[in-house]
């Protein structure tokens, strides 16, 4: 833990039981919305995991403490430590975004996007996903984050949730989408998020070292929402996106509430009959044991989002994305402290616990 030349690290710690990453107070303040010198807590701005992981994570390519997915983490959760597979947290390099800002988190980004598949990526039929990424993976120096997604009940292509695939590859984002109706363990998930990585050490790879490794991002809808938040207790995880996540079976453990390694944008729909907030939702923002965003868009369904889509979330899930796997400390404000943007909004339901 630590600060140095005025810059700002944030470390593991557990608080109330909760597995947290705070700010280590430096001269300077750590990002936060609010307005107070004094160190924050888990209950305010000092929950969001901005800290450096992995060799470039955001873009960024520290001079120091690399980490990739194949060192063993350390510490245990009895000492606040992350764990796992995705090995130590770096506090010896500060975050950086390094990739294009935006005013509009709503609109498109600056990437322009490729598909693929096993049609035009053979290797893609054994882990069965279909990829969205940045154009530029090839010709630009960035690293790119993952976020792997899981399909909704029924849903064995991911074409119907393109539309928000290539609102996220189009900020930088690869998105390796599993082509499963039945995502709800989490396995198949992870089996996308497993195959970017190998492919990154891959020499002649167009991924290779252009991935950011052990810090990545889960999402999906439905049941595909409830396998985000069981893929969310692998180590790697760093943040999870679940749009209105079915969580009473289809391979869905309750107790992967309590499991989690990364902040939760757990997204509802007002109109919601599949996956009712109050059944399904509610039970996982009441166990969470991360920082945890509940927001629960009005007039929101779950067909209409799983063909073509509801705008209403794309701001929201890509500002979340940008905050937790960019740096991108302008989307802050929407989620954190006092005056969260997305708090005053009419449109959304809100409840926040660790923010």
Same mark, same amino acid.
């Given at each position: 833990? &630590?600060?140095?030349?005025?810059?700002?690290?944030?470390?593991?710690?557990?608080?109330? &039981?909760?597995?947290? /990453?705070?700010?280590?107070?430096?001269?300077?303040?750590?990002?936060?919305?609010?307005?107070?010198?004094?160190?924050? #807590?888990?209950?305010? !701005?000092?929950?969001? +995991?901005?800290?450096?992981?992995?060799?470039?994570?955001?873009?960024?390519?520290?001079?120091?403490?690399?980490? #990739?997915?194949?060192?063993?983490?350390? &510490? #245990?959760?009895?000492?606040?430590? /992350?764990?796992?597979?995705?090995?130590?947290?770096?506090?010896?390099? !500060?975050?950086? =975004?390094?990739?294009? !800002?935006?005013?509009?988190?709503?609109?498109?980004?600056?990437?322009?996007?490729?598909?693929?598949?096993?049609?035009?990526? +053979?290797?893609?039929?054994?882990? #069965?996903?279909?990829?969205?990424?940045?154009?530029?993976?090839?010709? *630009?120096?960035?690293?790119?984050?993952?976020?792997?997604?899981? $399909?909704?009940?029924?849903?064995?292509?991911?074409?119907?949730?393109?539309?928000?695939? $290539?609102?996220?590859?189009?900020?930088?984002f690869i998105v390796a989408a599993a082509n499963t109706p039945s995502a709800g363990t989490g396995a198949a998930i992870l089996a996308c998020l497993d195959w970017v990585e190998a492919q990154s050490k891959i020499a002649g790879s167009p991924y290779e070292g252009r991935v950011v490794l052990g810090h990545a991002a889960t999402s999906g809808h439905s049941q595909g929402g409830g396998g985000a938040l069981m893929a969310g207790r692998d180590a790697r995880i760093a943040a999870t996106v679940p749009f209105m996540a079915y969580t009473?079976?289809?391979?869905?453990?309750?107790?992967?509430?309590?499991?989690?390694?990364?902040?939760?944008? /757990?997204?509802?729909?007002?109109?919601?009959?599949?996956?009712?907030?109050? !059944? $399904?939702?509610?039970?996982?923002?009441?166990? *969470?044991?991360?920082?945890?965003?509940?927001?629960?868009?009005?007039? *929101?369904?779950?067909?209409?989002?799983?063909?073509?889509?509801?705008?209403?979330?794309?701001?929201? *899930?890509?500002?979340?994305?940008?905050?937790?796997? =960019?740096?991108?400390?302008?989307?802050? +404000? =929407?989620?954190?402290?006092?005056?969260?943007?997305?708090?005053?909004?009419?449109?959304?339901?809100?409840?926040?616990?660790?923010?």
């Amino acid at each position: 833990m &630590g600060a140095s030349g005025g810059r700002v690290f944030y470390v593991a710690r557990r608080q109330s &039981g909760v597995v947290v /990453l705070a700010c280590a107070w430096a001269a300077s303040a750590c990002g936060s919305t609010d307005d107070s010198a004094s160190a924050p #807590d888990a209950g305010s !701005a000092g929950a969001a +995991p901005t800290s450096s992981i992995d060799s470039g994570r955001g873009g960024t390519i520290p001079t120091s403490g690399t980490v #990739d997915a194949g060192a063993q983490g350390s &510490g #245990d959760s009895s000492e606040g430590g /992350l764990g796992g597979d995705a090995g130590e947290l770096d506090a010896s390099a !500060a975050c950086t =975004m390094t990739f294009p !800002a935006t005013s509009n988190f709503g609109a498109k980004g600056t990437f322009a996007i490729t598909k693929e598949d096993r049609t035009t990526t +053979p290797s893609l039929a054994a882990a #069965d996903c279909t990829i969205y990424r940045p154009s530029t993976l090839t010709t *630009s120096t960035l690293r790119h984050p993952v976020v792997a997604w899981g $399909n909704g009940t029924g849903t064995p292509t991911v074409i119907v949730y393109e539309w928000l695939f $290539n609102q996220w590859a189009s900020h930088g984002f690869i998105v390796a989408a599993a082509n499963t109706p039945s995502a709800g363990t989490g396995a198949a998930i992870l089996a996308c998020l497993d195959w970017v990585e190998a492919q990154s050490k891959i020499a002649g790879s167009p991924y290779e070292g252009r991935v950011v490794l052990g810090h990545a991002a889960t999402s999906g809808h439905s049941q595909g929402g409830g396998g985000a938040l069981m893929a969310g207790r692998d180590a790697r995880i760093a943040a999870t996106v679940p749009f209105m996540a079915y969580t009473q079976g289809l391979g869905y453990d309750v107790a992967a509430g309590t499991q989690q390694h990364g902040p939760m944008l /757990l997204m509802s729909g007002s109109a919601d009959t599949i996956a009712p907030p109050d !059944a $399904n939702q509610k039970p996982v923002f009441t166990v *969470s044991n991360v920082p945890t965003f509940w927001g629960i868009l009005a007039g *929101s369904d779950h067909v209409t989002f799983a063909l073509g889509g509801q705008a209403g979330f794309l701001a929201p *899930s890509t500002a979340w994305l940008r905050l937790h796997l =960019m740096c991108d400390e302008s989307a802050r +404000p =929407m989620f954190y402290g006092p005056t969260c943007t997305l708090c005053s909004d009419s449109k959304w339901a809100v409840q926040r616990k660790g923010l």
